[in-house]
Structure formats: structure tokens, C-alpha cells
């Protein structure tokens, strides 16, 4: 078994569609999770990150961490063209200096006008 | 800012032939990290140096691959000789010195890609 499983995809939604994506883990040391965004032939850049379990919002981005399941989802509201990317979760047991990082496989999410 | 610098942006070699790839980190970022990333697949860590000292390259395949980080700024990556299973994104990767809880974002340059014939 992958410590991070994630579904490649592809997804395609028409504009202002909401979008969920979501990954599972098995490693229970992983305590920091991220969701970075790539766009085509450019590197990773990193959209939203949780300590622990719980939510955080941004703007039209909410991600969510259940530890209980090893899961975490990024919803993405009101989808924009513009969103269209791979979208990669990342996960460690730690985030300060020294870290590891472990990604899943990346969802390619394609926004249509 | 500026931000991380790789070159070459593409490379294509034929197999056994050697190549070398360049970083240039954020300044003052103290990590620098060499991913591998395989078309359709999320990055995976080849090395991590803190400063010029090597903190992990457990799956760095020695063999053929070898990283060094002179005086803890630029880096190279080098392979000798390719296979054609190395065909693949090469992205080097920064974060600053940190401490405490708060996550430590890494930074990362737009890759090198690189197509073994």
C-alpha cells in the first residue's frame, strides 16, 4: 500500500462548479497536510496547508483534515478556468526544518468554460 | 524576491550519456531539496541537504545519481549514465531555517525536463 493514495483524475467540471478532491494516507505519523497546485510545465505551489485535524478557508479554497480516517479533501467553490491545474496533497510528520515530504499522484482538474 | 532557479530547462540525451542539472536557490534558504517527478506521478525526494551537508538521499540511487551543495548555496545534480526509466521532471525545491509548530514552505523552481532515447 502507498503511505498517500490519490485519484489522478482526470476531472473535468464546467465553470462554477464546486470541485472536491481528496486523498488517503496510512502513515499516522503525518501531522502537516498540504494541497499544492501545479500548473502545466511549471513547478508545485503551495495553496493550502493544516496542522492536525480540522478546516481551514481561503478565499474559495476550504481543505479539511479528518486524522480518524486518514483522509483530507480540498474543495474548491465557484471553479474558475483558471483553476484548471494538477492539484498534488502533500503530507509530513513534521514541518519545521529538515522535513519530508510525501505527495500523492496529483488530480488533473480541468475547469470548462 | 526572486525565486528558485534551475537550468537547463530541457534536456534530451541518449542513454548512457551523463547530464547535470543546476539550482539556484531562494537566497538566504538554508534546505534544498532534489525531487524526481515521473510523468503522471507526484514528486518524489532524490535529496535533501541542510546548508552543504546531505540530510537524506535514501532514495537516491547511487549507482548513477549524485548531488553535491558547494559552499550551501547552488546546487547539481548529476546522472551517469542515464537510463530511460530517469526520463523525467528534475525539480529543485528551497525553504527557510524555522522553528516551532509552524510549517516551513518549501519552494520550488520550474524543473528541469529531462527525455532519455
Known amino acids: 500500500q502507498k503511505e498517500v493514495e490519490q485519484d489522478p483524475g482526470p476531472l473535468s467540471v464546467p465553470e462554477g462548479a464546486i470541485v472536491s478532491l481528496n486523498c488517503t494516507y496510512s502513515n499516522s505519523a503525518f501531522q502537516y497536510f498540504m494541497w499544492y497546485r501545479q500548473y502545466s510545465r511549471k513547478g508545485p505551489e503551495l495553496l493550502m496547508y493544516t496542522y492536525s485535524s480540522g478546516n481551514k478557508e481561503d478565499g474559495r479554497f476550504t481543505a479539511q483534515v479528518d486524522k480518524s480516517s486518514k483522509y483530507i479533501s480540498l474543495f474548491i467553490r465557484d471553479s474558475q478556468p483558471s483553476d484548471s491545474a494538477t492539484y498534488l496533497c502533500a503530507m509530513s510528520a513534521n514541518g519545521g526544518s529538515n522535513y519530508k515530504l510525501t505527495f500523492g499522484k496529483g488530480t488533473l482538474l480541468t475547469v470548462n468554460p | 524576491e526572486a525565486g528558485v532557479a534551475q537550468s537547463p530547462r530541457y534536456k534530451i540525451i541518449e542513454k548512457r550519456q551523463s547530464v547535470a542539472f543546476w539550482c539556484n536557490p531562494i537566497?538566504?534558504?538554508?534546505?534544498l531539496y532534489w525531487y524526481q517527478q515521473i510523468l503522471g506521478q507526484g514528486p518524489k525526494l532524490l535529496i535533501q541537504f541542510q546548508n552543504n551537508g546531505v540530510v537524506d538521499d535514501s532514495q537516491l540511487p547511487k549507482d548513477r545519481f549524485s548531488a553535491e551543495r558547494l559552499k550551501g548555496v547552488d546546487s547539481t545534480l548529476k546522472i551517469q549514465p542515464a537510463k530511460l526509466e530517469d526520463s523525467a521532471v528534475y525539480l529543485c525545491?528551497?525553504?527557510?531555517?524555522?522553528?516551532?509548530?509552524?510549517?516551513?514552505?518549501?519552494?520550488f523552481g520550474p524543473g528541469t525536463r529531462l527525455t532519455v532515447l
Open positions: 537566497s538566504g534558504h538554508a534546505t
Open positions: 525545491a528551497s525553504s527557510a531555517p524555522t522553528s516551532g509548530l509552524s510549517y516551513n514552505e518549501q519552494f
